[in-house]
């Protein structure tokens, strides 16, 4: 099949971001362009809404909306964290069928990857015609194949803002501060706090990641010699770090679940405080406090990468430019231009390239003692997020008397 | 005494905000202009500079980078939480004495005013003579006499801005959500989460203060009459609420104290996750979340008010003038004008009338059933934030086949 004629149906899934309405309306927009694409439909809550005839036409929104929410975090037509089973895919094309989409796509991370996988697989073998494409998004910055998938660059900034301004609170009131940090297998959000530090004295002064094991005599060992040297101490620490066994520290003291069935790491301050505690008791330091930047991080308006902007509608539009052209299904990547100035092009993967799998930090990005990122790192990452507020500290000369 | 020549000592204290700087720089650029002021000197971390002989001259600071810092959140100079025992006031008198300090300003709040009271009465009884002010700020906005303080305004509209977010989050992934606030007695803070809500289906759906009883029961049964209208329930709680005879409800679960004997609220997501296992096993949902928004309330950079930003530099500024002129001590407090456009005025006030009491969040603010603020809040909250972020909605017209 080349070109189909009939509707289009698009989704969003999973945890939402700054700009994954940029790729909705980046999808929307450019299907407005082609006339095979005759009806173009948004199903509300991912697959869920076309398990249950929530359709909406997005034909019918106006264009000065359409802007408003490219703009707006989170996702607009709802979302859901759900991969169909058999008997609901047959559901799903038979709802699919009804309204004659011959075109689905799909915003989301790994796991919305695989649905549409699935989707995919599962109309070739009831013969169902249609095109089926994800559309990257993912804070995580996991997805395979990728240099960084949009959202991300959004998410870092945030991190990289919350702990500028938290290492100066540290600062004024100097003591141990612990920051968790989304990223429930790849550190690549922790690591953006990293961008922080300015000055020598600046925090974080250490950063610990899922990809490596999580010793908590070492991380004492670490955090009692930045107090000792600086009199405070301020770290970064993913949500899902985790033991030599790789069970994550957080699994120890919580029994909560996800709808997939993982340890429930976000929405709860709970590492954070075990950490301080531990710390509290270990080193025999007052002030010892904890923070879970939680959800603002996926969700906080006004605050974003104009690049990760642009690139997380550019996905959307280069995915219906896809479907149009001699493609039956598969997912934008973003890969980087080996050039000195920061310059990405698009390319066409298979869906089960970036399905399910995840990506996790490469050891280059972090440092060897396991509690920093490399200057690699800082290399990748500082395009991604653009400009940081300016921050001035005073000189501080002495008066001897 | 009226116009005394020598140094100026200007120091900062408390919890941070992301204005404290502009307060210091109005000071500092104020002083600048006045010739009896000779030396203008900054104890780092508040009068434990004084203590030690932390001692820096602000005039040898550069007016562009005084500039930045204005602009920079957190304490420039270092804070502290303490407040002088008599035989510390001795030893601040015999340093203020060697470095000839006959202006000395405060930051901070209400704790701060204090401390400067303490001061100023000591002075009086061993003779020192010096003009010794207090300049407001704190994101709690409970300091007396005040309309309200600098700090607030960013402080509020960094939380209405969260909570604009997580409103967007949990409509896009719904469930029970809870966000748990600054604000030990006040609630001024966590009722600027009201401001957020736009359309009528917007979160928080519920807000509760520290100022009125909050009771496990009733908080239950009003979550579960809004998640089964609405299918989500968004709560903003202060980290102050406490049960009918005052005991905190965090104080229940935490053996945690400051440096002043109170016990910690901040720094620690425990309140948030108490309450989200309490709503998890009670109403049987699935999704139940919480989060702290922390310290990122009172540090977090280029999120501000600029009515706040301004009116930090003017009290700052208006406390050297105050110096100048007949007052020996006193504060800044700022009054609103009783006319339909937004506008303050600035007036003397004794330091003891903002010592150590603070102010609650007036009745008029809160709505009879404790869980929700008035429509006079929101107009007397309004102007101090000044713009949020715009939001876009789809109008979701349905496609019926």
């Not at 173009?40 to 249950?52: D, E, M, N, R």
């Not at 979302?79 to 689905?104: A, G, H, L, T």
């Not at 290492?167 to 003591?175: A, I, M, T």
């Not at 600086?230 to 994550?248: H, M």
Request: net charge positive; aromatic share 10%.
């Amino acid at each position: 099949m080349s070109k189909l004629r009939g509707n289009m149906l698009i989704a969003q899934s999973g945890g939402p971001t700054v700009v994954i309405n940029q790729s909705l309306v980046g999808a929307i927009l450019e299907a407005k362009k082609h006339k095979e694409i005759e009806g173009i439909f948004g199903s509300l809550f991912g697959i869920k809404g076309i398990l249950t005839g929530n359709i909406i036409d997005l034909k019918k929104e106006k264009l000065s909306d359409l802007k408003k929410v490219a703009n707006t975090p989170c996702s607009a037509l709802g979302s859901v964290r759900k991969k169909p089973k058999d008997e609901e895919c047959e559901e799903i094309f038979k709802n699919m069928q009804k309204y004659n989409i011959r075109y689905f796509f799909y915003i989301g991370g790994n796991d919305s990857a695989e649905t549409a996988y699935i989707l995919s697989e599962n109309a070739k073998k009831v013969g169902y015609e249609f095109k089926c494409f994800h559309i990257p998004k993912t804070i995580d910055n996991d997805l395979k194949e990728n240099d960084h998938t949009p959202g991300y660059g959004s998410a870092a900034k945030f991190v990289a803002m919350a702990m500028l301004g938290d290492n100066l609170d540290n600062k004024s009131l100097p003591g141990i501060k612990i920051d968790v940090i989304m990223g429930r297998h790849a550190g690549f959000l922790t690591a953006a706090s990293s961008l922080a530090k300015i000055y020598e004295d600046d925090g974080p002064h250490l950063i610990y990641f899922p990809e490596k094991p999580f010793m908590i005599e070492k991380f004492l060992k670490e955090v009692d010699e930045v107090y000792k040297k600086y009199n405070r101490c301020l770290i970064a620490v993913s949500e899902g770090i985790s033991d030599e066994k790789g069970e994550p520290i957080a699994a120890k003291f919580t029994k909560e679940v996800d709808s997939h069935g993982n340890v429930q790491l976000s929405g709860t301050g709970a590492l954070g405080d075990l950490l301080a505690d531990i710390v509290r008791k270990e080193l025999k330091v007052d002030r010892v406090r904890a923070d879970t930047f939680g959800y603002l991080q996926r969700s906080f308006p006004g605050v974003y990468s104009e690049v990760d902007a642009k690139e997380a509608y550019k996905v959307g539009e280069i995915a219906v430019k896809y479907a149009m052209g001699k493609y039956e299904s598969g997912s934008v990547s973003i890969k980087r231009e080996e050039s000195k100035k920061y310059k990405v092009y698009y390319e066409w993967v298979p869906l089960e390239k970036v399905a399910k799998e995840t990506r996790n930090m490469p050891d280059e990005f972090i440092n060897k003692d396991f509690n920093w990122v490399t200057e690699k790192f800082i290399e990748y990452a500082k395009p991604l997020i653009g400009k940081l507020p300016e921050i001035g500290i005073l000189k501080k000369n002495k008066v001897n008397f």
